[in-house]
C-alpha cells in the first residue's frame, strides 16, 4: 500500500511472489469508509502480508507523513491479523510519474494512477528483497 493523505494506491503479488500488479486506488473519504473499502479488499485477496510503504525523510528519519502512516497500519489492525510490514518507500512517487512519463502517460492519467503505480514499485521491491534472500 502506498498510503497517502487524498488516495491510498494498492497492489498484489502473483501467487508465486515474484511480480507485482496494481489494483484499485482508494480515494479516501473517511476513516470508516477507508477501513470498509480495505476490509472489501483484503475479503477478496486474502493476503498473507501487507507491506507498507513508509515514507521517511532523506536522511532516514520518521517525519509527519511517516507517522499518519504508522497510525493508519495500526487502524488496520483492528480487523487484520496477518503481517503488517513497513518498507521505506523514499522517491517511488518520483519514480512512478518518471516510468509513466517515459511511457509517455498523460498528465492527468498520470495523477489518477501514481498512488497504484507507487504501490507496485513499494511491493516489487519488497518481493525482490524476500526473492534474494
Not at 1 to 14: F, L, N, Q, T, Y
Not at 89 to 117: F, N, Y
Amino acid at each position: 500500500m502506498d498510503v497517502g493523505d487524498k488516495r491510498i494506491g494498492m497492489a498484489v503479488s502473483d501467487a508465486l511472489g515474484w511480480t507485482a500488479q496494481g489494483i484499485e486506488t482508494l480515494v479516501r473519504r473517511s476513516n470508516q469508509y477507508d477501513m470498509e473499502f480495505i476490509k472489501n479488499v483484503l475479503e477478496q485477496y486474502q493476503p498473507q502480508t501487507i507491506v507498507i510503504g513508509l515514507p521517511r525523510n532523506m536522511n532516514g528519519s520518521l517525519g509527519p507523513q511517516g507517522e499518519k502512516t504508522k497510525a493508519f497500519s495500526e487502524s488496520l489492525q483492528d480487523f487484520y491479523s496477518g503481517e503488517i510490514v513497513f518498507w521505506d518507500e523514499r522517491l517511488t512517487t518520483v519514480s512512478a510519474h518518471k516510468a509513466m512519463i517515459e511511457a509517455d502517460i498523460s498528465r492527468k492519467k498520470r495523477k489518477q494512477r501514481v498512488d497504484q503505480v507507487a504501490a507496485v514499485l513499494i511491493l516489487q521491491s519488497y518481493l525482490d528483497y524476500l526473492n534474494r534472500k
